[in-house]
């Protein structure tokens, strides 16, 4: 017999299992829009692992973002592959910071590598959100504790949750379940690390 099953923010593109999902790129285009808004045209993007599905949707929704808002295409201004973590942003933001001309505002893959970028721009002498506005993703505890508090994309998690278990105990029932992705939508937090240029 099988084995009831159901991903959560995990996907298989090549299996047909139920399937729980943050709308990545919808989350980055939330941010994107925002950043618009606030006059921002030369945003940078460090990226998560290549290798992860979320990361791949998340650079997906960023260079949507550059066409749709008409953002700066340089090539400097994306950091690729960064692991999750708050030294891999600083890495990352300090290498954007030698770049001839600097991003104005800085959207990541997670808000550790947020942090990490955070801790670069202070460690530099700029100021955030006045000289940077840096935007994270996730919503994790530490973004509304750190200075200034982080304006980021929130992961309803628990939302998440409850749909995963509520599709398996359906299936656990002997209900059929279609195999379908569910997107799950964000929404953006907006806190004080961006501000309009």
Do not use: W
């Amino acid at each position: 017999t099988e084995i009831p099953m159901v991903l959560l923010d995990y996907y298989i593109p090549t299996e047909d299992i139920p399937t729980v999902l943050v709308d990545n790129v919808d989350g980055i285009l939330k941010a994107c829009k925002y950043l618009a808004s606030c006059g921002h045209k030369r945003v940078a993007y460090l990226s998560g692992d290549s290798v992860e599905t979320s990361a791949q949707e998340r650079l997906y929704g960023y260079q949507r973002a550059q066409v749709m808002y008409r953002f700066d295409s340089d090539p400097n201004l994306i950091a690729r592959d960064c692991k999750s973590r708050i030294d891999e942003g600083f890495r990352a933001m300090s290498y954007l910071l030698t770049i001839k001309s600097l991003p104005t505002a800085v959207l990541t893959y997670n808000d550790l590598i947020a942090i990490g970028a955070m801790d670069a721009v202070k460690q530099h002498g700029l100021s955030i959100p006045k000289d940077i506005s840096i935007v994270g993703f996730d919503d994790i505890r530490m973004a509304s504790e750190v200075n200034p508090t982080l304006t980021t994309v929130h992961v309803p998690k628990r939302t998440m949750g409850i749909m995963a278990v509520r599709r398996l105990l359906q299936i656990v029932k002997g209900n059929q379940d279609d195999g379908q992705k569910v997107l799950i939508p964000t929404r953006l937090m907006i806190r004080n690390s961006t501000a309009e240029l």
